[in-house]
């Protein structure tokens, strides 16, 4: 055969495919050896996986040592962004389990972007059902995970929900606010109340657990583990029952809004603080929904807001007591001066109504049956300024500086400032209209109940607080002591005068209906006037009247009389705190 | 030559003249298939010992290669000439093959390749490469010189055919294959540069059509091969990963079974496709050199059945065989390496899948074949 090889053409063929394995020499060489460190880290990043344990929250216990707010186990559902393959898929079949829109997913995704190996939360507290049906899809579901998690647990729902307050995920601001105390997106912070009050104290240090995963995100072995770290638990100077029976007592009332504070005069402690209506935190715990949100801000009896603190109203009569008090310190009065009270106060033009025409009478009916003319008389005597004065020193219109947030000042008008807030001199008949508690003058339920208390305990103001206690990581107990505002506002003998009408207005006059069986108690009503509808009502007290352990004060908006609608709600609170005891009980009837 | 009487007399019996034809086989040649496919098996191991059985795929594997022994036996021993002769009816019942996948054809990830056969299955497109090879090389022989249509286009048309039947699947990879292994044997069977460089213009000309026949998964495939980053989670994924898993085993490796992007099943298809990540990530860029290095000495021994030869037709066979091994290796090392877009080509020896070892294997018998018979005088 003439065959001869051509040999130029297949010594190209293997030049061709010499230099192509050569290629590969110098690529593997580039790859693993001189950029080898940082793909090995790349791997190692790769196969870890960092989970957060979460710390729970501190324990909240009334005073009696009652759990109001735990936590429960539950399970979170989360998705591992950079896990997340075939995202559009995956995302499809979670939204179909979790009954969630794709596109709320998304943007919780969308929201996480900076942190994309952090797990983020799409739905906490999910039922059984929902984890098995992850757990039985998990191939088709790469990047989802299921976190145990603490859920916050508002034993008794809306009980107490504004002093409690709810915890929810953070948002940019707070993140933003809070740089140094290491929050992450999806981290639960106190929103309001205690919660958000006490966040430092109840928040605890999240653990992390670092595994190592598969492709799918299955955990495979355990790498290392830093335990997390337990909030403190607190002891409120709230009393279950109490709060339970100012909550009974408001709902009894038959009106749609209302307060109770309940504290104790020796120390400032809150026993009770309830708002109407109210909102259950729990919704809060687990993530509200959009609708659920719209519903409780856009109701326009405000559920979220706490009218103990956060709302100032006229007090009406109640604020008589400030009126009094100021004649009897200022010596105008005495408990024996007498009025003649015709049912109207005549000044120049105006005339200022009462109830009904009394006749003659002297001081200390004055205070028992709330009588207006003798008050219009000390106050356009005392006039404005001194009323104000005094309001101010009894802690009206002023922050009282309880730990919870929210709070407003209320107003106490004074001749001073109407001119530079309304632009109107102070008339004479300002002064009239204010000796009982009308006009300009608001004040908050937990302001009422702090003056209160500085007649109760002999004229000291005292801080209210909520916090009595700290229950320490090695289970010692931190107490609170009791914070003095102001000592000394009254004369003994103003004091003993004012003891004396409110007891007597109490047990014999307007407030009647606070009466519980055994016990002397000593109050003062009042039914507030104001420009949106029937007057509020309101009832302060204090028992027992020899040596006085518990003020409440109640507040009903639009109750009409204090008297008929807010005293009630007093007597029973006091019945829940001083119940009677069985010596007094009528013996039983033997058959 | 001269034969001793006795031995025109008594004519050597085959068993005689074994020996002496063993001589002629290249050893090194069997040695380095050898080691690729022993080799092969234990990173086939590492890459499937997660698998409920950790033993399946190696179990499978020496089952492959014992079949495929045999039958790098039968292309060793018959006459390669002989097999050739045949190559009208082989040609035919390669496209018959392939045409038989629309029809039979089992899908796998959206492509037709497999067809049914009892209880296995294999890929018409693995067998499609040896056949072509043989065919053409025929084919190509058959022609003193290639310069004229009469010649060039009966020639396209029997290449033509089964690469569109393979595009059509659409099984990109073994098509580039068989494109790459067409122009090295054109070219080595003399067709003159412009035919070459008319069939590549021909071909990019083509590449919008072939675009279209894609599915979408594999035009994403091309496009994060430009850019991984576009689809780190989705078709950029693998590319990522199998880089990582490389790149990671540094000089030396994580040491056999110690890959993590291996045992945790980072890399999708790393038995198949991405085995070669196990071998870097594993062994390290020494045992990724010591596995080219065996790739080396095949394709060495290779190209040289091909220049030692004693025909052209010999010559041809080697050179489309040359060409389809070298083309595989870099194709898919390149792949996994971020150099070359994810095809979906095996590894030669190593990736698991039968077909496509039988066919190497096979492949290998033929080389050992014409190395042999490169002597005219033994036969």
Known sequence: MDYEPPSRRLRILSIIIAALIGVLVVRLWQVQVLQGAWYLQQSEENRDCDYTIPAPRGIVYDRKGRPLVSNRPSFTVAVLPLELRRQDEVLANLSAILDLPVEEIQSRIAANRDRPFAPVRVRRDVGPRIVTMIEENRLDLPGVIILAEPVRHYLYGPLGAHVLGYVSEIDEAGLAARPEQKYKPGDLIGKAGIERAYEPILRGIDGRLRMEVDAVGRPLREISRVPAIPGRSIVLSLDLDLQRAAAEGLRASGQKSGAVVAMDPRTGGILAMESMPSYDPNLFATGISPAGWQRLTTDRLRPMLNRSISAAFEPGSVFKIVTASAALEEGIVSRTSTFYAPGYFRLGSWTFRDLKAWGTVNFMQGIQFSINVVFYNLGYRLGGERLAAQAKRMGLGALTGIELSGEVAGTIPSPSTKQDLVGEPWYPGDSVNMSIGQGAVTVTPVQVARMMASVANGGTLLKPHLLLGIIERDRSKTSVPPVVQREGIYRAQTLAVLREGLQAAAERGTGRASAVKGLSIAGKTGSAENPRGKPHAWFAGYAPTDAPRLVVVAFVEHGFRGGLSAAPIVGRVFMAAFPPSPQTAPPETSP | ?379
């Open chain 2, 1 to 379: 030559m001269i034969l001793s009487s006795a031995q025109l007399r008594h004519p050597p019996r085959t068993d005689v003249r074994t020996p002496r034809i063993l001589r002629y086989v290249d050893w090194v040649l069997v040695a380095s298939t050898l080691g690729l496919v022993v080799g092969g098996a234990v990173i086939l191991y590492s890459a499937t010992r997660t698998s409920p059985d950790p033993w399946t795929f190696v179990r499978i594997r020496a089952l492959h290669a014992i079949a495929g022994a045999f039958l790098l036996v039968f292309f060793a021993v018959i006459d390669y000439g002989v097999l050739a002769r045949a190559w009208r009816p082989l040609l035919a019942g390669t496209v018959l093959l392939l045409a038989a996948v629309d029809v039979l054809g089992r899908t796998a990830q959206g492509a037709q390749r497999w067809i049914p056969l009892g209880p296995f299955s294999f890929q018409p497109s693995e067998i499609a490469k040896l056949l072509l090879i043989i065919t053409l090389a025929k084919h190509i022989d058959g022609h003193r010189e290639i310069t004229s249509w009469r010649q060039i286009l009966p020639l396209l048309a029997h290449a033509g055919i089964p690469i569109l039947l393979i595009v059509q699947q659409p099984d990109l990879g073994t098509s580039m294959v068989l494109m790459a292994i067409f122009v090295a044997m054109l070219f080595a069977g003399g067709a003159p540069m412009r035919v070459i460089a008319g069939l590549g213009a021909a071909a990019a000309a083509a590449a919008p059509v072939v675009w279209q026949m894609l599915h979408e998964y594999q035009r994403k495939r091309l496009i994060v091969f430009l850019d991984p980053g576009v689809d780190p989670q989705g078709a950029g994924y693998a590319l990522i990963q199998s880089k990582i898993a490389v790149g990671s085993g540094q000089l030396f490796g994580k040491g056999l079974l110690h890959g993590t992007q291996n045992l945790l099943h980072f890399i999708p298809e790393q038995h198949t496709d991405f085995i070669f990540t196990v071998v870097g990530e594993e062994l390290g860029f020494a045992g990724a050199i010591l596995m080219l290095v065996l790739f080396g000495l095949w394709l060495w021994r290779a190209g040289a059945v091909a220049v030692q030869a004693k025909d052209r037709l010999g010559m041809l066979m080697a050179v489309g065989v040359l060409t389809m091994i070298g083309f595989h290796v870099f194709v898919n090392v390149g792949m996994t390496v971020g150099l070359m877009p994810v095809t979906g080509i095996p590894l030669p020896f190593i990736s698991h899948g039968g077909s496509a070892l039988v066919i190497m294997l096979a492949a290998t018998g033929l080389l050992i074949n014409i190395g042999m018979r490169r002597k005219k005088i033994l036969f």
